[in-house]
């Protein structure tokens, strides 16, 4: 059984950067394709961020390309959201993903590709 753990969520001013990660494990972590996604109040959850397996492919939604930054480091079993330039519409819980398998250059951008999800993380942007 797979199991996300989300940390590092806070409140951020307006402008400002933060940093929230995910640690998985009960698995072998390099099989893992990971996701970031978001639900704010009253809105659907929507995509953020992916990241291949190896690492070296991410996909970015527009709203955040830029500005945000995904990395994984697998010998620590840990996937790592950099956001820059915080913006209100930012805020927002934020949920990390798991999907085993894949090739390992392969990203998913849709909820459905996903099997396994954190309990996810408030992010809060003070404006």
């Known amino acids: 059984q797979v199991q996300l753990v989300e940390s590092g969520g806070g409140l951020v001013q307006a402008g400002g950067s933060l940093s929230v990660s995910c640690a998985a494990s009960?698995?072998?972590?390099?099989?893992?394709?990971i996701g970031w996604f978001r639900q704010a109040p009253g809105k659907e959850r929507e995509f953020v961020a992916a990241?291949?397996?190896?690492?070296?492919?991410?996909y970015y939604a527009d709203s955040v390309k830029g500005r945000f930054t995904i990395s994984r480091v697998n010998a620590k079993n840990t996937v790592y959201l950099r956001m820059n330039s915080a913006k209100s519409e930012d805020t927002a819980v934020y949920y990390c993903?798991?999907?085993?398998?894949?090739?390992?250059?392969?990203?998913?951008?849709?909820?459905?590709?996903?099997?396994?999800w954190g309990q996810g993380t408030q992010v809060t942007v003070s404006s």
């Open positions: 009960g698995g072998t972590f390099s099989m893992y394709v």
């Open positions: 993903a798991a999907r085993i398998g894949g090739s390992m250059s392969s990203y998913y951008y849709s909820l459905n590709d996903y099997r396994y």
């Open positions: 990241i291949s397996r190896s690492g070296a492919n991410t």
